[in-house]
């Protein structure tokens, strides 16, 4: 896998230039993971709903074609773009999520922080009382507030095509995270979104963008 570390890109652009990839690539075409940082910006997943935009507050919103409702990007967050030949790693889309939320699972190790997964909700999350704490989630969920206590820092949307993907996975470092407050992140209504910054953890963009490519790219060695 060629990892690139592009840094600051236009959403739409890059968007453009992902399909372009992926409608090229041939058998032999290398994986790539790109690692950029957007500008502000609302992304709609393809079954996203205006109704989960509460106030865009002037801040530009860009139909995707990924799954999932709407998501915020913006300065201070690593966005990963794995571009993989799922049937070359001979894996299908939920070993292919599970392995995205691994490596954003194994990045927040590194900085002493615990994240979970929540069944039925893709992406990675921390207790907002203890997150260097290590017990499991655990006990019911509430049916009014499944994502009680917890706060949502890396989020999960992906396009397959051609048993090609696209898209993938952002995790938040240190952004302003107002932009979330306007929208039902990932469509959940009162979704707190958290950063590392918000944790305690002092981390520059580029450190953080490394090591998650490096988890990133061990997840799909061949």
Request: proline share 4%; net charge neutral.
């Amino acid at each position: 896998m060629r990892v690139l570390t592009l840094g600051r890109r236009d959403y739409a652009a890059t968007l453009a230039e992902m399909r372009d990839f992926t409608a090229a690539r041939g058998a032999d075409t290398d994986d790539e993971l790109w690692l950029v940082e957007h500008d502000a910006v609302y992304t709609q997943g393809v079954a996203g709903r205006s109704e989960n935009i509460l106030d865009a507050h002037g801040i530009p919103l860009v139909q995707s074609d990924r799954g999932g409702q709407v998501t915020y990007h913006g300065p201070g967050q690593v966005v990963a773009y794995p571009l993989v030949d799922l049937r070359r790693q001979h894996i299908y889309v939920k070993e292919y999520v599970y392995r995205l939320e691994h490596a954003a699972l194994k990045l927040l190790e590194a900085f002493g922080v615990t994240g979970h997964r929540v069944a039925g909700a893709p992406g990675v999350y921390v207790r907002l009382d203890d997150p260097f704490g290590h017990a499991a989630l655990h006990g019911p969920v509430s049916a009014d507030d499944p994502f009680r206590g917890l706060g949502k820092i890396a989020a999960l949307g992906i396009k397959v095509s051609k048993h090609c993907s696209y898209h993938g996975v952002a995790l938040n470092v240190d952004m302003d995270l107002s932009p979330f407050g306007t929208i039902n992140p990932c469509g959940y209504a009162g979704l707190r979104a958290v950063d590392l910054a918000t944790l305690g953890v002092r981390a520059d963009w580029h450190t953080v963008a490394q090591r998650l490519g490096q988890h990133l790219a061990a997840q799909f060695a061949r």
